[in-house]
C-alpha cells in the first residue's frame, strides 16, 4: 500500500487508514482482530480510534492486538481526545486538564508509551483555543505524541490554529485535519481544504463512503444487517434527488468497470487533493477486503470528472456572490 506524507510533515501514512469506530460497538475483538491482520498485510499502517469510542473499549481491544498479533512498531497509532458520550449526551472539554488526562487514558487503554498522532476531536466553543492548542505542546514535549493534528475544525478555525502554532517557535506545528469527506459531503472544499493547503495539514477523510450509503445497499431498502437499521433509520433518509443522483452515478461508473461502488468512491476520493488517507471503519473483515480492492483501481479521467459534476457542492460565498 502506498504511503503519503501527511500534510508538508514527515509523517508518512498509508493511503488506507483503519477507522475503530465500532470497536467493542459491534465488531468484536476476533473480528477486529481478523481485520487488523489484513489491513496490516495489505501494507496499511494507519490505524484510528479515540479515547470515547465505545467508553474505551475501542483503544483497550487495539491495545491487546498490538500487544498479541500485529507488532505495535508496524503501525501508526492515531488517536483523538475531547469528546465523550454518556448514553446520548454528548460533552465536549477541550481544557488543557481535560485533553491531558484523556491522553494518559488514551496510553493506558492502548498498553503504548506514545502515539504517532494525537488530534482534537472537535471545537470546545468555551475554551480559549490557546489552552487547547497548549495541551498539544504539552503532550509532544513530554514524549507522549509524536504529531498533533486536529479534527472536525472548519476552515477558519484550522486556520486560527495553525497560525497560533507557527507564530512562536517552540510551539508544536499541527499537521492534519481529520473531516467527513466523500462524494456525499463535500462542503469541506468550500474553506476547510483551502485552509488545510495553505498552512500545510494533510487531510485524513472518515466516513469515505457516506456511512455505507455510497455501496449503493440502501437503494431499494434498508438491510436488517446494516448500519442504518441500527441506528433506526429509514429509506426516507437517504432518497433526497441529489444524493439518489450521486449514488446512481456511482454504481453506473461501477458497472462500466467491471467494478465495486466501494471502489469508485474510495478511489475518487483518494486522488482529491490534500487527501493523504481515505480511513475506512469497516466492520467486518469483508468491508475491509472489499476496501483493500480498492486501491488496484485508478478512474479514468472522464468518470472522475463526471463525477466531480454530479456531487459538485453549491460554492456559496464569495464565489456565487450576484
Known amino acids: ?29 476476533d473480528e477486529a482482530a481478523a481485520i487488523l491482520v489484513a489491513f496490516h498485510d495489505a501494507g496499511g499502517t494507519l490505524v484510528d480510534t479515540a479515547v470515547s469510542y465505545a467508553q474505551g473499549d475501542s483503544e483497550r481491544i487495539l491495545g491487546a492486538l498490538i500487544a498479541d498479533v500485529v507488532p505495535r512498531s508496524e503501525l501508526l497509532l492515531a488517536s483523538k481526545a475531547g469528546l465523550s458520550w454518556d448514553g446520548d449526551q454528548r460533552s465536549v472539554n ?5 485533553l491531558l ?16 498522532l494525537w488530534q482534537v476531536h472537535t471545537v470546545d466553543h468555551s475554551v480559549p483555543a490557546e489552552e487547547t492548542l497548549a495541551a498539544l505542546d504539552a503532550a509532544v514535549s513530554s514524549g507522549k505524541v509524536r504529531y498533533a493534528g486536529l479534527s472536525n475544525y472548519p476552515g477558519w478555525r484550522t486556520a486560527q490554529a495553525a497560525t497560533w502554532q507557527r507564530a512562536v517557535p517552540g510551539r508544536t506545528p499541527l499537521v492534519s485535519n481529520q473531516v467527513r469527506y466523500s462524494l456525499l459531503e463535500r462542503g469541506v472544499e468550500r474553506e476547510v481544504l483551502p485552509a488545510c493547503a495553505e498552512l500545510g495539514l494533510g487531510i485524513l477523510a472518515y ?8 455501496t449503493g445497499k440502501y437503494r431499494h431498502g434498508v438491510p436488517s444487517d446494516s448500519r442504518g437499521a441500527a441506528q433506526g433509520r429509514s429509506l426516507a433518509s437517504y432518497s433526497d434527488s441529489r444524493q439518489v443522483g450521486i449514488v446512481e452515478a456511482v454504481a453506473t461508473a461501477a458497472d462500466g468497470l467491471a467494478t465495486s461502488p466501494i471502489t469508485v468512491a474510495l478511489s475518487w476520493l483518494r486522488n482529491r487533493p490534500g487527501v493523504a488517507a481515505a480511513i475506512v471503519g469497516a466492520r467486518t473483515l469483508g468491508q475491509l477486503t472489499a476496501a483493500v480492492q480498492s486501491l ?20 456559496g460565498y464569495p ?4
Open 319 to 322: 464565489e456565487d456572490v450576484r
Open 296 to 315: 488496484a483501481v485508478e478512474l479514468p479521467l472522464e468518470i472522475q470528472l463526471a463525477l466531480d459534476d454530479v456531487s459538485a457542492p453549491w460554492s
Open 101 to 116: 488526562n484523556a491522553l494518559e487514558e488514551s496510553l493506558t487503554n492502548l498498553g503504548v508509551d506514545h502515539l504517532d
Open 207 to 214: 466516513s469515505p463512503l457516506g456511512g455505507g450509503v455510497l
Open 1 to 29: 500500500m502506498e504511503l503519503r506524507a501527511l500534510g508538508r510533515s514527515g509523517l508518512k501514512v498509508s493511503r488506507l487508514g483503519l477507522g475503530t469506530m465500532t470497536w467493542g460497538a459491534g465488531t468484536d475483538p
Open 94 to 98: 477541550t481544557s488543557r486538564g481535560a
